[in-house]
């Protein structure tokens, strides 16, 4: 079992040659398994977590419904964003400046195999960060990602999650709105849930500007605890 960790920021950067890299390193580790089975050897397989902030894009999940996004291409072009069909679960959702995005390319056999429990320390993470700064966060029953207020007309999301698994091999990950325009949201149904309401931790916190890099440790340490790994 290998549970060393190689983290990347990327920093900003588009989000189709992301989701290129991202393919590259899922291959890389779903060909060791292969050669492992196939060779009869144990070679360790690597597990990756990038870090990334994109331009405005919007991402629809492949059971997601093209409706949930209310702009065509010309006013897509017009607000500055892109948008990609892609091989997550999830419906709808969108990245930009200002959210931090996480995405584990993990061997869940160097951890645990189970998708369900996967995602659940991923929504612990997130839960525990915003604790540090003040905030009462938890999960929705029956909907992924970080809520606030859950259960209350005021219910409001903070954290998207969207992943896909292959040979116990994760990609994608989770997008948490620290210092986000929330305006890019008004032009989907976002992750097709009607009447529900998006935040972002400046806003929660009454402040121009969080520090994103502070945000980063403190994701970091919970993931580092919640997994029992080591970050290279």
């Not at 292969?34 to 597990?47: H, L, W």
């Not at 929660?204 to 440790?217: A, F, I, M, R, T």
Request: aromatic content about 12%.
């Amino acid at each position: 079992m290998n549970k060393r960790i190689q983290l990347q920021d990327l920093g900003l950067k588009d989000y189709k040659e992301t989701w290129d890299y991202q393919e590259e390193l899922f291959k890389d580790i779903v060909d060791s398994k292969i050669k492992n089975r196939r060779e009869e050897t144990d070679e360790d397989t690597n597990n990756y977590f990038l870090f990334v902030e994109h331009p405005h894009v919007y991402t629809l999940g492949k059971s997601g419904d093209f409706s949930n996004l209310l702009l065509g291409e010309d006013e897509l072009s017009k607000r500055g964003a892109t948008f990609y069909k892609i091989n997550r679960g999830g419906d709808i959702t969108y990245h930009g400046p200002g959210q931090i995005v996480g995405y584990p390319i993990l061997d869940l056999d160097n951890f645990f195999t189970d998708i369900h429990k996967y995602l659940r320390f991923l929504e612990e993470m997130i839960i525990l960060t915003l604790q540090e700064y003040g905030l009462k966060a938890e999960r929705s029953e029956g909907e992924t990602g970080v809520w606030l207020d859950v259960g209350t007309p005021f219910a409001r999301k903070i954290c998207a999650m969207g992943v896909r698994a292959s040979r116990w091999v994760t990609m994608h990950g989770f997008a948490l709105n620290v210092n986000a325009d929330l305006g890019y949201f008004d032009n989907i149904i976002p992750c097709g849930i009607r009447g529900k309401a998006v935040t972002s931790l400046n806003v929660e916190l009454g402040v121009n500007h969080v520090d994103e890099s502070e945000v980063k440790e403190k994701l970091l340490k919970h993931f580092k605890s919640l997994f029992e790994a080591e970050f290279i």
